[in-house]
């Protein structure tokens, strides 16, 4: 029973097949970083006080927008498994990210929907930002989706039916 069991999980282990790995060099993630510098010191010379204050507030409403987006999608798009879903602060990840296997296609519709949701919620709050929370909403929520997405634009012309692994130095595409 034991020499049958053990043959099944290999079996299953060793049916995915590596098709693509996208690696995240060095300096991808230093351009990221300084585009987050940028963005963070535009904010305290051109507003100030308001820049300090908008720099919190859009970090923090960003993430927990995300949070909602990513939940109530996963909720309607697919059969919820939050444990694949986890909070990541390693770079370029931040933010509530797959920390297990996905399916491409889950992750494209995930990633549309919080993209295009995540700025209409942050339009719905345009009555009560001023300009320097607006900026900073904007630019947070591009930012924290901007590697995210670019992962995407490689797997653009693969099959839907693969899974995606994220790693810290690299992204790996694997067929079923």
């Known amino acids: 029973m034991r020499g049958t069991l053990a043959e099944q999980v290999k079996a299953t282990i060793y049916q995915y097949q590596l098709i693509r790995r ?91 929907h919080l993209l295009w949701l995540g700025l209409c919620a942050i339009g719905v709050a345009y009555p009560w930002a001023n300009e320097a929370q607006m900026i900073s909403l904007i630019s947070w929520h591009l930012w924290f989706l901007a590697p995210r997405l670019l992962v995407l634009r490689p797997l653009r012309k693969c099959r839907p039916d693969g899974v995606l692994k994220f790693q810290t130095t690299e992204v790996s595409f694997y067929h079923r």
């Open 22 to 112: 996208i690696n995240i060099h060095k300096e991808y993630v230093w351009s990221y970083f300084v585009i987050a510098f940028v963005l963070i010191l535009f904010q305290l010379t051109m507003y100030r006080t308001d820049g300090a204050i908008a720099l919190g507030i859009g970090i923090v409403f960003t993430q927990i927008i995300h949070f909602l987006i990513i939940r109530l999608t996963l909720v309607r798009v697919d059969e919820p498994n939050y444990r694949r879903w986890g909070l990541r602060f390693s770079k370029p990840w931040f933010g509530y990210i797959p920390t297990a296997f996905i399916e491409l296609s889950l992750y494209r519709k995930v990633h549309r």
